[in-house]
């Protein structure tokens, strides 16, 4: 029996050649990404609408928990039947409607409706339309699934970085509710341009003069262990080490990401555009810095970029709060947490590919990812939270180096030492 996904596969020069499906990838996390610049609406919603921290906070961490829980897992499973063009479609309407409603809000003013439309609408349009760059990516490059994973999700770390100061100029000049609405017909137009774009290989297809051994299976640094269902995944120790290493890891970035912009402004007095380039150096090193963590894989191995990475990422948390005094250190502490998290979101993906195979990537890492909405939604928050209560961001931080010490100690126990990955 044909399935709709294998309906949709064509031959690898159906546009220019299979790099289309990175560039597609890339077009569709960059979308998704722009929920990274979040932390520029926080003050401009606490000023208008009287809110508190924690709760200008609370949309994102619905966003990316609703992105990350059960949309990866239901879009997940539904593109490995149905394909990445409908699903990704799918997504770009969600998108819009959750942008068109969030426009709204000056109209209900109240605490629950961003979360409600941008937190869970836009949210599960996110993961609707992220979830097919994974997958589609790893099948058309079996031979260089670091570089072509990479690619597909630099958009989810560099969208920041374009779109921060930008839409902090919005803000200003067209207020909050008028920015949302933009943003919901750009999202809406290069999610649906994307979506056309992407495309499922025909079933059989290899690269030229690519033979599918156990060496080559993943790329000379990461042959596949087993080609896993969800059921046998569900099973294996190796996934809750997966699951447990990114929720611990991911939790610091997402409290970083989110509020290094608001630390500029309240504790370092810093004006709205000044603390948002804040927000445009993490968005540079997450980007640009998942292209340089898939290289470096290949070349020597994702674990090993993860145990010298983390230690780093961990310092710059513990030393934040003495460091960052100055807009120059600010931005230097925004580069390495944007780089942590590159490490991070970059090669997780490679990793489940590496431990399960890919025939069933997109619902078994939309498991693994639910690591990160639970992150997402007790990260920022409490942050904020301990910001409410204490006025600084000194435990904040505090903590976030405490998890990715955590993290990174499951990282050397479950796969350096027990699985044995390179």
Known sequence: MVTDAEKN?????????????????????????????????????????????????????????????VGMIFGGALQDKA???????????????????????????????????????SGL?????????????????????????????????????????????????VGISHTFLVLGVVTFAVTMFAAWLIRLPEPGWTPPGWLSTAKNATGPMYGSRMEATLAEALKSPALYFLWLGLFCVILGGLIAMTHIVPYGISILGLEKPQAALASVFFGVANGFGRTIAGYIAERFGAVRLMLVTYPVVAATFFLFNTVATTTATLYACALIFGFGFAVTLGLYPLLTTVVFGAANLGAI?????????????????????????????????????????????????????????P
């Open 9 to 69: 596969a064509v031959a690898p020069n159906y546009v220019i050649s299979r790099w289309s499906i990175p560039i597609a990838g890339f077009l569709l996390s960059l979308m998704g990404g722009i929920s990274y610049a979040w932390g520029v609406f926080i003050v401009p919603l606490e000023q208008q609408f009287g809110w508190t921290r924690a709760a200008a906070a609370l949309p994102l961490s619905i966003y990316l928990f609703v992105f990350t829980t």
């Open 83 to 121: 394909g990445p063009r409908k699903v990704a479609a799918a997504g770009g309407i969600l998108f819009f409607i959750g942008y068109l409603l969030a426009a709204q809000v000056e109209r209900f003013p109240f605490t629950w409706w961003l979360p409600l439309t941008y937190g869970v609408i």
């Open 125 to 173: 349009g996110c993961a609707l339309a992220y979830c097919v760059t994974v997958p589609t990516a790893r099948k058309w490059f079996p031979d260089k699934p670091a570089l072509a994973i990479s690619v597909s999700v630099t958009g989810f770390g560099l969208a920041a970085a374009l779109f921060a100061p930008w839409i902090t100029r919005l803000i200003h000049t």
């Open 365 to 421: 890492y939309g498991v693994v990812v639910t690591a990160f909405g639970l992150a997402a939604f007790l990260g920022p928050i409490a942050a904020a939270w301990i910001f409410d209560i204490t006025k600084t961001y000194v435990l904040s931080f505090f903590f976030a180096g405490i998890f990715v010490v955590i993290g990174w100690l499951i990282s050397l126990f479950a796969f350096k030492l027990k699985y044995k990955l």
